[in-house]
């Protein structure tokens, strides 16, 4: 069974940086994509970005320029390295990892880190 992990979420002051991280394990895979999205009260999730395999990486609109995603240092990690940070980026971040790929792959959800900018 594979298990998602996410850390690093706190409080922060509009204008300032925090840095999330993920891992992602339980079985001998190699996640096909990993992605971070967000979610805030009464609304869907929605994607903030996510990076594939083979080196693509996708952002969302309202972030670019302000986040990075990253891969960390062991296997199926990620990182969303997130400055610039408005009110409007308070939510709930979720890691994701896929195993297999296409429309068969398995998405593995995190149990999300909740994220405060606010003065």
């Known amino acids: 069974q594979v298990e998602v992990v996410e850390s690093g979420g706190g409080l922060v002051q509009p204008g300032g940086s925090l840095k999330l991280s993920c891992a992602a394990g339980?079985?001998?895979?190699?996640?096909?994509?990993m992605g971070w999205y967000r979610q805030t009260p009464g609304n869907e999730r929605e994607l903030v970005a996510q990076?594939?395999?083979?080196?693509?990486?996708e952002y969302a609109d309202f972030v670019k320029g302000r986040f990075t995603i990253a891969r960390g240092n062991g296997k199926n990690t990620a990182s969303l390295q997130m400055s610039s940070l408005k009110p409007d980026d308070t939510a709930v971040y979720y890691c994701?990892?896929?195993?297999?790929?296409?429309?068969?792959?398995?998405?593995?959800w995190g149990q999300g880190t909740l994220v405060v900018v606010s003065s």
């Open positions: 339980g079985r001998d895979f190699d996640a096909s994509v």
């Open positions: 990076m594939f395999s083979d080196g693509r990486i």
């Open positions: 994701t990892a896929d195993i297999g790929n296409g429309p068969l792959a398995l998405r593995v």
